[in-house]
């Protein structure tokens, strides 16, 4: 791991550990990620009231636009700060974000 920023030194050690023909030379590549480790089962998306975090929704990757604009709107504490008040717009940004502007 050292190798591509102190080479000199990573050399020496190798040899020093018994691995001959030098770590640069000898083939050793770097490791792989797997993207499937880095894959989220659940996504807490934060829904706003006129740009003011007021609650968060624990959905699923797949979820689509219709479903988080639905889910925001359904929530509890959003029904709180939206009941008798005119919904103006809800800007979803997809498994970002759900801000309801409100008058």
């Known amino acids: 791991m050292r190798a ?9 050690m190798g040899e020093a550990l018994g691995h001959g023909g030098g770590l640069l030379k000898s083939g050793a590549k770097w490791p792989q990620a797997d993207p499937g480790l880095a894959r989220r089962e659940e996504l807490e998306i934060p829904v706003q009231v006129n740009g003011k975090l ?3 929704i624990i959905t699923s990757p797949e979820v689509t636009e219709e ?15 939206i009941d008798g008040r ?18």
Request: aromatic share 2%; with cysteine.
């Open 67 to 81: 479903e988080l604009r639905m889910a925001a709107l359904a929530d509890e504490k959003i029904r709180g700060f």
């Open 54 to 56: 007021r609650s968060r």
């Open 86 to 103: 005119k919904v103006v717009k809800v800007i979803v940004v997809p498994q970002q974000l759900v801000n309801v502007v409100v008058r």
């Open 4 to 12: 591509p920023s102190c080479p000199n030194v990573s050399e020496e």
